[in-house]
């Protein structure tokens, strides 16, 4: 069964430094998402990218944050400077239809 | 606005007994979803109900939608050790995104 991938499983990264992170989507899907959850709290919305361009984004999404498509295959996200309070597990998602969605198994991003 | 609200938060049952675990939304919905999560690991997508669907069956896995009461039950029979997680519902209004509840965490005992 097709999967969503994500890479990798498990980040650590200083506070204020750069993160990408990556996933691979089903590759006849069209739309893509991220979300996030923080321990012990329940997932969050982040952005949602189709037909690059970033079609809905919610507040948590600022000017910190930034997807990319680079090559058709991957979809990242960025996190220009970590705070603490980004340590999250990351789930990137696709879907064909923008209604049906497959999860990544997530990345969980600790700043220290 | 929280879309999905779950219900009860937290659910202990012994093995072999039926869990129900319910979800209430308020605006209206293009599909509803229910996934669980293992402790500190991925979402797993377990059924989809349409709109226009009140019940589906998956193993044992049974899933009724009232749209009209802006409710949905999932219904887990004969349970495992092994089902012992958190369930989230999540409805989905358009194609933008998936909106999660707080989810209900299960806990089956042997």
């Known amino acids: 069964e097709p999967e969503v991938t994500q890479t990798p499983s498990h980040q650590v990264t200083q506070m204020g430094q750069e993160v990408i992170l990556r996933c691979v989507p089903i590759?006849?899907?069209?739309?893509f998402y991220w979300y996030r959850q923080i321990l012990g709290q329940k997932v969050e919305f982040l952005v949602s990218f189709y037909n690059n361009e970033i079609s809905e984004k919610s507040e948590i999404f600022d000017d910190q944050f930034s997807v990319e498509r680079p090559d058709g295959s991957n979809f990242t996200l960025k996190i220009r400077s970590t705070k603490l309070e980004d340590s999250a597990m990351y789930f990137c998602?696709?879907?064909?239809?923008?209604?049906?969605?497959?999860f990544g198994s997530g990345t969980r991003l600790t700043v220290v | 606005s929280q879309q999905g609200e779950e219900d009860p938060q937290a659910l202990s049952i012994q093995e072999g007994e039926n869990a129900t675990m319910n979800c209430s939304y308020k605006?209206?919905?293009?599909?509803l979803q229910w996934y669980r999560q293992n402790s500190g690991r991925g979402l797993v997508h377990l059924i989809l109900?349409?709109?226009?669907?009140r019940e589906k069956h998956s193993g044992r896995l049974r899933v009724t939608l009232d749209t009209s009461k802006k409710s949905s039950s999932l219904l887990i029979t004969a349970s495992r050790a092994a089902d012992t997680a958190s369930y989230f519902c999540?409805?989905?209004?358009?194609?933008?995104?998936?909106?999660f509840g707080p989810g209900t965490s299960l806990s089956v005992i042997p």
């Open positions: 590759s006849n899907h069209l739309y």
């Open positions: 998602a696709s879907s064909v239809t923008g209604y049906g969605y497959t």
């Open positions: 109900i349409r709109s226009n669907e």
């Open positions: 605006t209206s919905i293009n599909n």
């Open positions: 999540a409805t989905v209004t358009s194609y933008d995104k998936v909106i």
